[in-house]
């Protein structure tokens, strides 16, 4: 099986050889199916709107184009904020991937640490989350987590965010690629972040909003970055980032796009002795939560670095007898803040 690091290897084309060009053949004969059933539910939304509810307040999603994390959370975060700020009950609604029945997902225990007062309702019913979130905790306004490709229920706002790693999927649609749909989608998007744009240079960020316009000429153009704040620990101890700078550490993620987290680790000037990537809102075992420990404790390391997502599912500060840490990343925008607050402001007079 492929973890998400190989499986990218494999449709970017980085992985060359005779196989390598079999498997890619293979999926994209996946893709011409998938892409076409895709096609087909999002004319079906277009042409039937009885089959979209609105639910009596405003809704701002946020979601992506493809597979894998852009920062989603971080934007989550930064909007039920920007709304408390200005005295508005916001209250988060997801499908809550990943998650046992009765219990909550990755996301939203993460968002519950940082945003502890924020209704956080979980249900593949997303419209019934959000009349729940409504009646039962009083949200004045409903933002709703990886909503692009939820169609059912409408929103008065849909921000997508596109990862400068790989905003465009590689140029194919799941399996062959890592779009969730072709880019023509973006047709629907009222704002397009584009996230870690700190990667890309001037004539990059041109190119990438080229692209853009041909399929959302109208979409209001924000860039941003993922700015690490703070490292903290499963008992809720914080540590400023100097404190792993210039050291070694290991480090380890559940992430759909492990590169994302890469590039954060980079940034902190720290040493990455060891690195060890799972699945997409990965569940630990407790022999896994072992074998990192053992890990660790084989590497000459200062500490053991994971996201948040992950620390969330953790109930011990160590690892190995290192101090297990999350960094902290929040949302910063380098263009186009102003914009998207003007777009907000206009639905608080809605």
Same mark, same amino acid.
């Not at 971080?74 to 029945?101: C, E, I, T």
């Not at 465009?168 to 779009?179: A, I, K, S, Y």
């Not at 853009?212 to 860039?223: F, N, Q, S, Y």
């Not at 954060?264 to 809102?281: I, K, M, S, Y």
């Given at each position: 099986?492929?973890?998400?690091?190989?499986?990218?290897?494999? !449709?970017?084309?980085?992985?060359?050889?005779?196989?390598?060009?079999?498997?890619?053949?293979?999926?994209?004969?996946?893709?011409?199916?998938?892409?076409?059933?895709?096609?087909?539910?999002?004319?079906?939304?277009?042409?039937?709107?009885? *089959?979209?509810?609105?639910?009596?307040?405003?809704?701002?999603? &946020?979601?992506?184009?493809?597979?894998?994390?852009? %920062?989603?959370?971080?934007?989550?975060?930064?909007?039920?904020?920007?709304?408390?700020?200005?005295?508005?009950?916001?209250?988060?609604?997801?499908?809550?991937?990943?998650?046992?029945?009765?219990?909550?997902?990755?996301?939203? *225990?993460?968002?519950?640490?940082? *945003?502890?007062?924020?209704?956080?309702?979980?249900?593949?019913?997303?419209?019934?989350?959000?009349?729940?979130?409504?009646?039962?905790?009083?949200?004045?306004?409903?933002?709703l987590d990886d909503g692009f490709q939820h169609r059912r229920i409408a929103r008065d706002l849909d921000i997508v965010l596109l990862d400068a790693l790989e905003p465009?999927?590689?140029?194919?649609?799941?399996?062959? %690629?890592?779009?969730r749909e072709p880019v023509e989608g973006l047709r629907r998007a009222d704002v397009v972040v584009l996230s870690r744009a700190d990667l890309l240079g001037t004539a990059?960020?041109?190119?990438?909003?080229?692209?853009?316009? $041909?399929?959302?000429?109208?979409?209001?153009? !924000?860039?941003?970055?993922?700015?690490?704040?703070?490292?903290?620990?499963?008992?809720?101890?914080?540590?400023? $980032?100097?404190? &792993?700078?210039?050291?070694?550490?290991?480090?380890?993620?559940?992430? %759909?796009?492990?590169?994302?987290?890469?590039?954060?680790?980079?940034?902190? %000037?720290?040493? &990455?002795?060891?690195?060890?990537?799972?699945?997409?809102?990965?569940?630990?075992?407790?022999?896994? &939560?072992?074998?990192?420990?053992?890990?660790?404790?084989? $590497?000459?390391?200062?500490?053991?670095l994971c996201t948040c997502k992950d620390l969330a599912k953790f109930s011990t500060d160590d690892l190995g007898g290192r101090p297990l840490w999350a960094i902290n990343?929040?949302?910063?925008?380098?263009?186009?803040?102003?914009?998207?607050?003007?777009?907000?402001?206009?639905?608080?007079?809605?």
């Open positions: 099986m492929f973890n998400p690091t190989a499986f990218r290897n494999l !449709v970017s084309g980085q992985r060359r050889g005779i196989w390598a060009t079999v498997l890619r053949g293979g999926l994209r004969s996946c893709e011409v199916g998938y892409t076409a059933a895709v096609r087909w539910r999002n004319r079906r939304y277009d042409r039937h709107t009885a *089959l979209v509810h609105r639910v009596g307040v405003p809704v701002v999603s &946020v979601g992506n184009l493809t597979l894998g994390g852009t %920062g989603k959370t971080p934007m989550v975060r930064w909007l039920v904020q920007w709304f408390h700020d200005r005295g508005l009950r916001a209250a988060v609604v997801s499908r809550g991937y990943g998650a046992n029945a009765g219990e909550a997902n990755d996301e939203a *225990l993460e968002l519950s640490r940082s *945003l502890p007062k924020t209704p956080h309702v979980q249900n593949p019913d997303r419209v019934a989350a959000a009349q729940e979130a409504i009646a039962a905790w009083g949200g004045q306004l409903i933002v465009f999927g590689f140029g194919h649609v799941f399996p062959r %690629g890592t779009l990059g960020r041109e190119d990438f909003w080229r692209t853009v316009r $041909l399929h959302a000429p109208a979409a209001t153009c !924000v860039e941003a970055v993922h700015a690490p704040r703070m490292l903290i620990s499963a008992g809720g101890k914080q540590m400023p $980032l100097e404190a &792993v700078r210039g050291q070694a550490a290991a480090a380890f993620c559940g992430l %759909g796009n492990p590169a994302g987290f890469r590039h954060t680790l980079d940034g902190l %000037g720290c040493r &990455v002795a060891g690195f060890r990537e799972f699945p997409d809102h990965h569940r630990y075992t407790a022999a896994e &939560v072992g074998s990192l420990a053992a890990w660790a404790d084989t $590497l000459d390391v200062s500490a053991v990343v929040e949302m910063d925008f380098l263009n186009g803040q102003e914009l998207l607050e003007a777009r907000l402001r206009s639905l608080l007079s809605s």
